[in-house]
């Protein structure tokens, strides 16, 4: 069996593929793409997977080609969709291409003079000139309408399974461009392969059939699982929904580091295969370390940090690992005065807070900062009683009732953690 194919089993991310696909990847260095729908101004960790699919079939010697659809955003996948997907206008979908185009680039290898380098395309580029005339005279006349409505992705919104809402007409063109995709690339770039999710099976051969009666010649599909949390829930979503994205401004690598660090045993033993490039050996031994000290919690730590480094950096990763700290008392007074503003606040989500003058917080003696000021404290009388039980924190530091706050005492210039025993905390901000 061809290595790539080999590793992609072992680690739990092969689905299907097509007949003669193994023989072609022993054949020759081969070129496969995957295509990245410009649905926002980032990727998320649900395409991980696709991306980390391309780097290994690199690893392996072969070339990979990340196509972001410019022309099929306008449109919208229906694989996997209950709902037809609103359009975006073409200033913003442009905009999408350039930052997907930008984040791709830091997964893959793309320069040097190496005969695998990989390569962005965006489908824009090819269908921007083709008419609707000359799209359904030369293409859409080599698959038949039966042909596309057999497509379990078409078939589930027809029928409306599920609670589909049927299928708009420009939906249902979408796997014959995808299809002319795989056949456009195949004539220009020789790829002679396209990967994707499993839900991406019906549109994949929808192009190994075009390139069959258009080109009379032979290409081939492969797909990969989609990933669920091990209680079947949906994978890469936090409990109100929200994606975690790859880009630090829409998700805080210290999020994105927590999102990973707090995955359960049985998912982490399968996710630390799915998302880092640790060996078989590696992961096994590590699996069987964690078995034997699970609360030392090993196996999760491993995985937020290899995939904590490998989206953002090694830097980012120290900052998370300290930021997280931080809650549980193993940082020091500086660790939290060096935060940002975003992961502090993300950190300390929903905890109470203050405004405050800046001149009524720089040089105010503690007694009054925690009871009139802020009123973290009913009064002056608490305030001096629980400072005398020891038992009142400033950034993380106990304090006796002759402190008083220095600039330098600011997170982030602007911030103060107030503590009363363990864990009633609030913030002071000041302004």
């Not at 295969?273 to 069987?288: D, M, P, Q, R, V």
Request: aromatic share 10%; net charge negative.
């Amino acid at each position: 069996m061809n290595p790539f194919i080999e590793e992609l089993k072992w680690r739990g991310l092969y689905s299907d593929m097509m007949p003669g696909t193994d023989e072609q990847l022993n054949k020759e260095m081969t070129t496969a793409y995957i295509g990245f729908d410009p649905t926002a101004d980032s990727l998320h960790i649900g395409s991980l997977i696709q991306i980390k699919i391309l780097a290994h079939f690199q690893q392996h010697g072969h070339r990979p080609i990340a196509l972001v659809g410019g022309a099929t955003g306008m449109i919208g996948d229906p694989s996997g969709k209950s709902n037809e997907r609103n359009l975006l206008d073409e200033a913003t979908l442009n905009h999408y291409v350039d930052c997907l185009k930008n984040q791709l680039s830091k997964f893959l290898k793309f320069d040097g003079n190496e005969a695998n380098n990989a390569e962005l395309v965006n489908n824009y580029d090819w269908m921007k000139e083709f008419s609707f005339l000359e799209f359904i005279r030369d293409i859409g006349k080599n698959i038949t309408v039966n042909y596309m409505m057999a497509k379990e992705s078409v078939k589930k919104r027809i029928t409306g399974e599920g609670g589909a809402e049927g299928m708009s007409f420009t939906e249902f063109t979408y796997q014959l461009l995808q299809g002319y995709d795989f056949l456009h690339l195949y004539r220009e770039k020789n790829v002679k392969l396209q990967m994707g999710g499993s839900d991406q099976w019906g549109n994949i051969t929808t192009g190994t059939e075009l390139i069959r009666r258009k080109a009379q010649g032979e290409a081939f599909a492969l797909t990969v699982p989609l990933i669920t949390k091990s209680d079947g829930s949906k994978f890469g979503k936090s409990e109100a929904g929200e994606n975690y994205w790859l880009d630090p401004k829409r998700t805080s690598p210290y999020k994105f580091y927590q999102f990973w660090v707090n995955a359960t045993d049985e998912d982490a033993e399968r996710f630390i295969k799915f998302y880092t490039f640790l060996s078989k050996e590696e992961i096994e031994n590590l699996i069987a370390e964690h078995k034997t000290a699970p609360h030392e919690r090993k196996l999760q730590k491993k995985l937020a940090e290899e995939v904590t480094v490998w989206v953002h950096n090694r830097e980012e990763f120290e900052k998370a690992v300290k930021a997280s700290e931080i809650l549980f008392g193993r940082s020091t007074a500086e660790d939290l005065v060096n935060l940002d503003e975003a992961t502090f606040l993300e950190v300390f989500e929903g905890v109470p807070q203050k405004e405050i003058a800046k001149n009524e917080v720089v040089g105010s003696n503690v007694i009054d900062l925690i009871s009139e000021k802020s009123g973290f404290l009913k009064s002056k009388g608490e305030a001096k009683r629980e400072l005398q039980g020891n038992s009142i924190s400033i950034n993380k530091e106990k304090v006796a009732d002759t402190f008083e706050v220095a600039e330098k005492d600011l997170i982030d210039g602007k911030f103060l953690l107030l503590q009363k025993g363990k864990k009633n905390y609030f913030i002071v901000k000041a302004i």
